[in-house]
């Protein structure tokens, strides 16, 4: 499998390349940059990475290139997906697929038609955290009655994870609430069946609202409180508690623990404690099998669907 990676330079193009070297038979063959064709350069040489470019047209045009993984700027992320699935090339695109329903409407129609691998990196799906609270429902030993969560980041500036300035925003709605409307969705088999939103003020120079409160109910019952806030002050990321039927649990990332702060052992559950590398192992599998994998720009365009739903309501109270 040979693969290019798009965005390589980013903080997420970093954890798929460190990813791809955990995973047998995927092989790096380009990598491409936003503008910066030295910082792109430097970053091949050090990962012994034969080909470098800003232009991502260059790099689908090579018979050396399989497939894509897309980590670059949100609003791109629809555009270039179609980019490389009209290339003839099987693609995962960072989460969101797209910035608003008709772009995503647009990549589900072409992967459709393409019949190509296309894949979202909801990275929630493939953490073994969320995993073991997944496998638990399946099996018929956990029902989820309540899902709350917490997104939070000190991010008053265009910075990425790594804390570096980046040229575009990012966005509570269609970024970082992605991850969990995804999740909730995913975890309860339904489409919320009702949804509330309330945001805070407009960033005068980013043109975003800082803080979101969104709430979602499913048709079973079972609710999700989602709080986001790009003005924490404190330890940033998501945290998730699950109010389940039989017990609650706390999930940070690749780690769980029960509602009483206890570590819950999560061996065996996936081949690795990487939740990035899991996502890509499962892209990579589904090229190979040829088949549609977890996380298919199909099975996630509900989420897109109910954002959009959050987004009009959101304009409506303006």
Request: proline letters at 3%; charged letters at 20%; glycine letters at 6%.
């Amino acid at each position: 499998m040979r693969v290019c990676v798009a965005g390589a330079a980013g903080a997420f193009g970093i954890k798929h390349l460190d990813a791809i070297a955990c995973i047998e038979g995927v092989t790096v063959t380009s990598v491409v940059g936003s503008r910066n064709l030295d910082k792109i350069k430097t970053l091949a040489q050090e990962r012994n990475i034969a080909h470098y470019t800003t232009d991502l047209a260059e790099s689908l045009a090579r018979d050396d290139v399989d497939a894509v993984i897309l980590a670059t700027p949100t609003q791109m992320h629809a555009a270039q997906a179609i980019q490389c699935l009209e290339a003839g090339k099987h693609v995962q695109v960072e989460i969101p697929m797209a910035d608003n329903i008709a772009d995503a409407k647009k990549l589900v129609d072409v992967a459709n038609r393409t019949k190509l691998v296309a894949m979202v990196g909801h990275t929630r799906r493939f953490n073994p955290s969320h995993q073991w609270i997944h496998n638990k429902i399946k099996a018929g030993e956990l029902t989820v009655q309540q899902m709350d969560v917490q997104t939070y980041f000190f991010r008053r500036t265009n910075t990425n994870a790594k804390g570096e300035a980046r040229s575009w925003t990012d966005h509570l709605l269609w970024h970082h609430a992605c991850h969990t409307v995804d999740l909730f969705q995913y975890q309860t088999g339904q489409e919320a069946s009702q949804v509330t939103a309330l945001q805070g003020n407009i960033h005068p120079d980013l043109g975003i609202a800082m803080d979101m409160s969104i709430g979602m109910k499913v048709p079973s019952g079972a609710l999700c409180t989602l709080s986001l806030s790009f003005n924490n002050d404190g330890p940033f990321g998501t945290f998730f508690r699950y109010i389940c039927d039989q017990g609650t649990y706390l999930a940070r990332y690749d780690e769980l623990y029960d509602g009483k702060d206890n570590p819950i052992d999560l061996t065996g559950v996936a081949v690795s404690f990487n939740g990035i590398e899991l996502q890509d192992r499962e892209f990579f599998n589904a090229i190979r099998e040829g088949k549609e994998p977890n996380s298919s720009v199909q099975q996630c365009f509900t989420a897109m669907n109910t954002l959009n739903r959050i987004e009009q309501q959101l304009n409506a109270s303006k």
